[in-house]
């Protein structure tokens, strides 16, 4: 079992930045990739950007590409997502996840930080 704790987030104004942090624990796994998602209301819950762990590669979706940035501690099986020039249009609840199984797919989910961005 792993789990993940998440940190960060709140209320901020458009074009303000807010750090989210993730971190992941438990008994003997390994970190594939781990990732953001974030579900706004009355929308489905969509892929934010993503990190592969052994290579530290990033790869982010376009709808907040160029805006935010992926980054980890690889001891401390933490990752961070800065988000800069936030927009109303991205209040969610942001989600990160952790791939341990070598099959492409996030098996554990954390337990979600709500972001508020108001104009």
């Known amino acids: 079992q792993v789990q993940l704790v998440q940190s960060g987030g709140g209320s901020v104004r458009a074009g303000d930045s807010a750090r989210l942090s993730c971190a992941a624990s438990?008994?003997?796994?390994?970190?594939?990739?781990m990732g953001w998602f974030r579900e706004a209301p009355g929308k489905d819950r969509e892929f934010v950007g993503g990190i592969a762990w052994p290579e530290g590669v990033t790869h982010y979706d376009q709808s907040m590409k160029g805006r935010c940035t992926i980054s980890r501690d690889k001891a401390a099986n933490t990752i961070y997502l800065q988000m800069n020039s936030l927009k109303p249009e991205d209040t969610a609840v942001y989600y990160c996840a952790i791939e341990t199984t070598n099959d492409y797919l996030y098996d554990y989910w954390g337990q979600g930080t709500q972001v508020t961005v108001s104009s």
């Open positions: 438990g008994r003997a796994f390994t970190i594939y990739q």
